[in-house]
């Protein structure tokens, strides 16, 4: 992290008729730095991402990714920043690098500098082996690399990953964690991670925020947000059990 | 335009590796085909030794024992619009490639843009490889080179079909975007032209007979409620896109037709006597005939497809 802010809000709400599903959420994330985004299931921490990717627009508040504004700017925006859904679609009827090729296209990335970027971010991922299997007959870790692959190959400055290793088995699930320690240690990517599997978040992110019924409820290192719910001690606290407490704590 | 072009040379690949566009093709090409040959056998035999009438050529198109060529596109066509895009949107949300494809840097209108001009480009190729085709058989076998004004007439007739299909296309876009469900938009699109293609004839006389009620025996005293009754029909069938595009390629591609509000009805021999003693219109007063057809099919294709633009760019997109 170099403390160059690439993502910010201030006050950013959106509200779905009655529904507040973000309230007033300010951040301020640097470059390099992997952000966890916690929170269950309604929190809003989708809405966040589709606001902070200009796939949606604020009710009110203001974003920043890389200095663009979303709403005003959503090209400039997408033009930096990688997208893996937690449901990630392919064509099924093309092959891996077919799919590349056509998300390269969408981004204006050249065919002739594309192929062999392909070749290679497929060899990262470990999806190299068999270049003609189409896509339709991936297994869903597969498809979660393929995801990965082709957030790499646009080279972005800001991820954003919704459940990157949801169904991917342990091995699959360490190196995928690799791949985003490796993007943000070594191409300083910054990384915006949102998932349940509080181990993984803890083993890679820098500085977490829990998001409950649209409110950010803490944000801050884990070491920072235990000490504050449990205390000064010689105990160590798991990502796990701060985020219990806090979710217990907004439940009641 | 990067993103239009993008996303429309995919839509196009798709649609020509697609078995079902294959499939509707070659039913179309053949039926297509064998009527050309018909038809044209017929005129071959029927002209032996005689002085070939104005035209001639066009009757490829517009004649047939059963139904001319131009009848069955007029049947037929929307099916092709309805297959090239009942799924064009709900296929990307349920295979959840639509929340991808957003989240690139294209603006959100080249997705829908890029379909449509794939649908669009599509259909302008099956069009004129069938009237090419057409024509080269109708060359062969009834051996008269069409004139440059029977040629035009071809290419309006073709830049009407390609409106006319592009129609039911922007339609089933539309009911890509309003329903997730491919089934139920592929139906809502069938149900769409059934009711628009076929019942509007007798919504028409049901509406002329309720709200210009004419007494048969008192009819022969009130001819001009006769004809207030006839107009009312035939302007409330022109809703139907069908109604349109059959009475604008009629127009267009039989010269000898004058009108299309003829109230009187006749039998053959008294149209074939009338037209043994009547010049063929020219290009430009048959195209003013028609151009209220032209322009009105234009624009309904244009304001379904701003509807879709429309509902689709309102739309937020989610992966889940």
Same mark, same amino acid.
């Given at each position: 992290?170099?403390?160059? +802010? ?33 929170? $269950? ?6 809405? +966040? ?24 700017? $959503? ?178 | ?74 049947? !037929? ?8 895009? !009942? ?11 639509? %929340? ?71 339609? %089933? ?14 139906? =809502?699109?069938? =149900? ?23 007494? $048969? ?12 009754? =006839? ?30 509000? %003829? ?41 379904? !497809? ?13 992966? +889940?």
């Amino acid at each position: 992290m170099n403390g160059q +802010t690439v993502i910010e809000t201030q006050d950013l709400t959106k509200v779905y008729g009655d529904q507040v599903a973000v309230n007033r959420l300010n951040l301020k994330i640097d470059q390099g730095e992997v952000f966890g985004f916690l929170g $269950p299931n309604g929190a809003g921490k989708t809405t +966040t991402l589709l606001m902070l990717l200009g796939l949606s627009e604020p009710t009110s508040g203001k974003a920043w990714v890389c200095g663009f504004d979303p709403t005003r700017d $959503p090209l400039k925006v997408k033009k930096v920043v990688g997208y893996l859904p937690e449901n990630v679609g392919f064509y099924d009827d093309m092959n891996a690098a077919q799919n590349l090729l056509f998300m390269s296209r969408l981004n204006g990335i050249p065919d002739e500098v594309a192929r062999p970027k392909a070749e290679e971010v497929l060899r990262i991922v470990g999806l190299d082996a068999d270049p003609r299997k189409r896509v339709g007959a991936y297994s869903r870790g597969m498809r979660q690399r393929l995801g990965i692959a082709e957030v790499l190959l646009k080279e972005p400055q800001v991820v954003f990953l919704d459940e990157p290793t949801l169904g991917l088995d342990p091995d699959g699930a360490l190196q995928m964690l690799e791949v985003i320690r490796s993007m943000s240690q070594d191409k300083k990517i910054t990384v915006f991670f949102s998932s349940h599997l509080l181990d993984q978040v803890q083993k890679i992110s820098h500085r977490v925020g829990i998001m409950l019924k649209g409110n950010m409820v803490a944000m801050g290192r884990i070491d920072d947000l235990a000490e504050e719910k449990f205390g000064i001690g010689q105990e160590k606290y798991t990502l796990e059990e701060i985020y219990m407490k806090y979710f217990k704590e907004g439940q009641s | 335009m990067t993103g239009i072009w993008t996303i429309c040379r995919k839509e196009l690949a798709d649609h020509f590796s697609s078995t079902r566009f294959i499939l509707l093709f070659t039913l179309i090409l053949i039926v297509s085909l064998v009527m050309a040959y018909m038809v044209g056998t017929t005129l071959r035999d029927e002209l032996k030794d005689v002085a070939k009438p104005t035209f001639v050529f066009l009757m490829l198109f517009t004649s047939g024992k059963l139904f001319s060529l131009v009848s069955f596109i007029a049947f !037929f066509g929307p099916l092709i619009g309805i297959v090239l895009g !009942f799924d064009a949107v709900n296929r990307e949300r349920s295979s959840r490639t639509l %929340s991808k494809l957003v989240s690139q840097p294209i603006y959100r209108d080249s997705i829908i843009n890029g379909k449509f001009l794939a649908g669009a480009i599509l259909i302008t190729i099956m069009l004129l490889s069938i009237v090419l085709l057409i024509s080269g058989l109708g060359l062969r076998l009834i051996g008269v080179v069409p004139g440059p004004e029977e040629i035009w007439r071809l290419l309006i007739y073709l830049v009407l079909s390609i409106f006319y299909i592009s129609f039911w296309l922007a339609i %089933s876009i539309l009911f890509s975007i309003t329903f997730r469900s491919m089934a139920t938009s592929a139906l =809502a699109a069938i =149900a769409f032209w059934i009711c628009f293609s076929f019942f509007v004839g007798f919504v028409a006389d049901l509406a002329g007979d309720a709200f210009f009620p004419v007494d $048969p025996r008192a009819a022969e005293r009130n001819p001009e409620l006769m004809v207030t009754q =006839a107009q009312a029909k035939k302007l409330i069938s022109y809703i139907s896109p069908m109604t349109l595009y059959s009475e604008g390629t009629t127009i267009v591609l039989n010269p000898l037709q004058k009108t299309t509000q %003829s109230l009187l009805l006749m039998g053959p021999m008294e149209r074939l006597s009338i037209s043994r003693f009547q010049n063929p219109l020219p290009l430009g007063q048959s195209l003013s005939i028609v151009l209220p057809h032209i322009i009105t099919l234009i624009a309904i294709t244009m304001i379904f !497809f701003a509807i879709s633009y429309a509902v689709f760019m309102r739309q937020e997109v989610r992966s +889940t």
